[in-house]
Structures are given as C-alpha cells and as structure tokens.
C-alpha cells in the first residue's frame, strides 16, 4: 500500500465520523486486531510511503511489530526502528516513515482510545469549537517557526516531531483507506495539555481560584529510592487517571538521526495508542535520562491569562528535551523554552551516568523541573536523594511554584491534603519508603493501598498510593491509579522495565470490572483487570 503527503492541512472530524470510518475500514479489508509486523520504504521519486506487511527488512527506512496482547497481559507492545535503511534518508523521512508505520500498526487502538478519551475531555460543542481553533492555530505558530528558524537546533526537531505526527495521521489515513481527519492524532496527543487549556479556555485567564473538587484524573504517585549503601537505585511511577484510558501501549523506539545536537533517538515508554509521548511519564532514555512525573495543579486561575497559541505544548517540549539534553540541567533549560503553560507538572529527571554505585552520587544526578503558566522552575535534589528518596504526589515543591499556582491558599482553606509535608501520601511515603529494598518492594508500595485501615488514608480510597476512585461509598466513578511501572538502575541501562496495567487490588481489594459503569465509554478495553506485571524489553534493538 502507498500513501502520499498530504499537500494541505487535513480539516477536523468528530468522534461519530471516526467511527464510521472505523467500520467502513473492516468492511473494505480483512485488518487482524493482533497486530503484526510490517516495513516502511521510502519512494523518494513520488514522495510517498510503499508499505510490505508481514515483514521485518531492517533495510527497509522503517521497520517493527506491534503485538496487540493487551486482552491477555494488559499491554499491548510496540517496537519501531527508523533510520537504518539502505538508502540515508533525511531525517524529516526518517520520521515521517516511524510515525506512518506506527499508525498503520495501531490504527484500531488509535480509534477505540479516541472513542473512549473523547467524551472524558469534550462534553460542551462550544468547548470543542474553541480547543480546535486553538490547537490550529499553535500547529501554525510551530510550523511557521520550524520553517523560520532553520537553524536552531529546537525547531529542527520541532519539524521532526511534527514530521512524526504528521506520518502518524497517514498511515492511520492509509490503513483506514478514507482520508482522516488531523484533530483525532492532535487531540489525542494533547490530551495532558488539554487538562489545563479547556479550563483555560473556559475562564479567560480572569482572576480568581478555582472552586476546589477532588480532581478525576491526571494525578499520579513517582517514588524514587536510593538503597541506604548506594548499592541500587529503584525508579517508579503510578498513573492516576479514568479507566477509560487504559489502553496501554508499551513502546519501544530506536530513530537514528543525522542532526549533530541529537543526545538520542532511543527511548522506551509506557504509553496509548496514537500518542507520541508517554503521558504518565515514563521514560527510559538512551542519553542516560530516566524521566517520570506528576501532575500538579493550578488553583489561581489568574496564572491562566498566561497561556497563548504561540508556544509549544508540554508533550512537545518534552520530547524535545529527551531529543537534545544529556543532562538534567540541558533538559531542563530545554524543557523551558516556550511554556505553554498546559499540563503542569513536577518532572524528575535521572541521570544515570552520576550515579556511582556503592560509591557516590554525583551533583546533576536527580533534576527536578517544575511548570505552571508563565514559569519553569528547577533544581538539582540529588541532595535529597542521597538521604534516601525522592517522592512525588501532585503537590508541587518548590516555594514559589507552590505559592503562586495556590496551593497556599487552598492548605488555608482546606487543610492538609494541599500540604506537601503532610498531605496523605507525603506520609505514607515518609513511613513506608524504609521498607523497600528491592523490585518486589517498590511493586508493593506503588501498588498500595490500605484505605480501610491505614489512618492516613481516613477511610479514603484516594488517600494512598494508588487510589481506587471506584470503591467510594458516594460517587463514585471510573478512576484512579491504573498502573504502576517499576524498574532499578541495572534494568534500565537495558530499556528493561517491569508494568501492570489495571487498578490495585492490594490487600484484597476487588478487581475492576467494568459492570457497574457501563455508561462510560471503554471500547476495546478489557472487561475486568487483574493482570499481573509483564517484562518490557526492546527486542530489535541494544543499549
């Protein structure tokens, strides 16, 4: 099959029409849901992708396999190289190439994700009116600016990650035999942004705080330990979001790029279908950066009025980070550059080439950056890894960041859980952290949750670790944390991690089943989660 660049920007289309698209397709062709392997060239003379299905040519511009397991092990896994081919391609090609044989792969997930996503962020046409003129009018601020500064090293990979998005949304095209429609891969891989634009596209940026409810999603648990002799470091992350999203794509990509600033083009991460970020985070990184994060949030919604089209998305910055940094510093400063302002999150980035085991730790080697509209703020806490751990839990730690997003007014007004000496987790982690010395520790701890009897928690499936949304006694509702991803040092020099996917069922909690709501949409989504943690190792490619 062939694809040709799209000469124009595609226009927008609607969930209903996706999945109508969806149908024609399995009507048009016999498509296997499990995946399968498949080789990307490149046909210079007609600017077009030729497509072998079946076939893994490490010749060919692009080549991988995606194993649809996620009904079985909870995941599904993809793996894609780029770049390798008989014929050097620019690196724009290069991309364009990983991101088509990525859609073309995961087409059917990339639709069901969106089916579920959709109505979880868009509930108002006007909303839905005003986030897709603002999403195309940044797409055309960065393209200008990629087109404009030929030069600077930030905008080359801008135009390679658009490149990517941009082959992304022709091999879905492709695979669907309809011409699709941009919105769909935009919005999906906004999704964290969106977190912050729809409310700021809904108040104006006007003075003011956010009336205060319990945030449904796009919170999370990170912990990490340094063992007390130095002898291994342990690295984790918990999502917290709806269970609508839970269909998880484990991938694992290998780009070589010609571009002399590029630290990378190795990276394994937990992530969705149709996204080219992690979004949790979770990142293993072949510069010798680990990277997770937590979401924090931003009460004064003044900080708002902050937030213009003419800026780069989180989930932009951070892949240009991990494309050009080598150090926590480098990724921060990189990071920094043109805040959107949207997903606002604490990142912590490990440096693993400073961490002497047995030895020393080495200044640099833990680099915490903090986001919220109108400023990055960031500093090396490896002192504070030294002294044991480091945990994150959607409280934001520097002063200034605390103060001005308004979580100072909010500890005055509603009490603990908006401190971050003393909020729930804060406290669990301080009690618990001592006791995890190895994998099967640090799987338990991220995994916990004692609700009922644990008096931090008060009685709370949300005041711990891993929250359980669904077991309220009141309102209850599809969300929480759903997955935990764990490795250690020795693991991710490797890109080896370990990942379960599901909501905790930790001291005999019940397993999730999607029974009692059933009014959420979770198309192609398992019907109860009690899966086990699966080993995740590239398979086509070495550190």
């Avoid at 149908?23 to 296997?32: D, L, P, Q, T």
């Avoid at 990983?98 to 089916?115: K, S």
């Avoid at 970020?277 to 293993?284: A, E, G, K, R």
């Avoid at 010395?437 to 640090?442: A, G, H, I, P, Q």
């Amino acid at each position: 099959s062939g694809h040709r660049v799209p000469a124009a920007a595609l226009r927008l289309r609607h969930v209903t029409l996706l999945r109508r698209l969806l149908r024609r397709a399995e009507r048009g062709r016999c498509v296997s849901h499990r995946g399968g392997s498949a080789t990307a060239y490149w046909d210079s003379t007609h600017k077009a992708v030729l497509l072998k299905e079946g076939v893994l040519d490490p010749q060919g511009d692009a080549y991988g396999y995606y194993n649809d397991t996620l009904s079985s092990t909870g995941w599904g896994v993809l793996e894609i190289r780029a770049g390798y081919g008989q014929t050097a391609e620019p690196d724009d090609v290069t991309m364009f190439t990983a991101g088509y044989l990525e859609g073309f792969l995961t087409a059917p997930q990339i639709f069901d994700h969106y089916t579920n996503m959709y109505p979880q962020l868009i509930q108002n046409p006007k909303t839905l009116v005003a986030v897709k003129h603002f999403m195309a009018k940044q797409d055309e601020w960065s393209r200008a600016q990629v087109k404009r500064n030929t030069s600077d090293p930030l905008w080359i990979h801008t135009g390679l990650i658009l490149a990517q998005l941009d082959g992304l949304q022709a091999g879905v095209t492709d695979w669907a035999k309809q011409h699709g429609r941009t919105f769909a891969v935009q919005f999906l891989n906004a999704v964290g942004d969106l977190l912050d634009l729809i409310p700021a596209l809904v108040t104006g940026g006007k003075p003011g705080f956010s009336q205060y409810k319990a945030p449904p999603m796009g919170h999370c648990s990170a912990l990490i330990k340094m063992l007390p002799g130095f002898e291994n470091l342990l690295f984790a992350h918990s999502s917290w979001y709806t269970y609508a999203a839970t269909m998880r794509i484990y991938k694992h990509w290998d780009f070589r790029l010609n571009e002399p600033h590029t630290a990378t083009g190795k990276l394994s991460f937990s992530s969705y279908p149709g996204f080219l970020v992690s979004l949790d985070d979770f990142y293993l990184l072949g510069s010798s950066l680990m990277m997770t994060q937590t979401t924090n949030n931003v009460f004064n919604t003044s900080l708002y009025s902050y937030i213009t089209h003419a800026s780069l998305f989180s989930w932009q910055r951070v892949r240009l980070a991990h494309a050009l940094a080598s150090t926590g510093e480098q990724w921060a400063k990189t990071f920094s550059r043109y805040n959107s302002g949207t997903y606002n999150n604490q990142y912590m980035v490990v440096d693993v080439s400073k961490v002497n085991l047995g030895s020393s730790l080495e200044d640099g080697a833990l680099t915490v950056v903090e986001q919220i509209p109108g400023l990055v703020e960031y500093s090396d806490q490896t002192q504070t890894l030294r002294r044991g751990y480091w945990p994150s839990y959607n409280v934001t730690f520097h002063r200034k960041v605390y103060d001005l997003s308004g979580y100072e007014q909010m500890w005055k007004e509603h009490g603990k859980d908006f401190s971050y000496d003393l909020c729930p987790r804060a406290k669990i982690f301080r009690r618990d952290q001592s006791s995890v010395s190895d994998l099967n520790s640090l799987k338990h701890i991220m995994r916990y949750n004692n609700y009922k009897s644990d008096p931090y928690s008060q009685g709370d499936p949300c005041k711990s670790i891993c929250c359980r949304n669904d077991l309220r006694e009141h309102q209850a509702s599809p969300g929480g944390c759903y997955d935990t991803k764990v490795t250690d040092l020795h693991m991710a020099q490797k890109f080896v991690a370990e990942a379960v996917n599901g909501p905790t069922t930790d001291g005999g909690l019940p397993v999730f089943s999607w029974g009692p709501f059933n009014s959420t949409s979770h198309q192609g989504l398992p019907p109860k989660y009690n899966f086990s943690f699966v080993l995740m190792q590239p398979q086509l490619f070495h550190p």
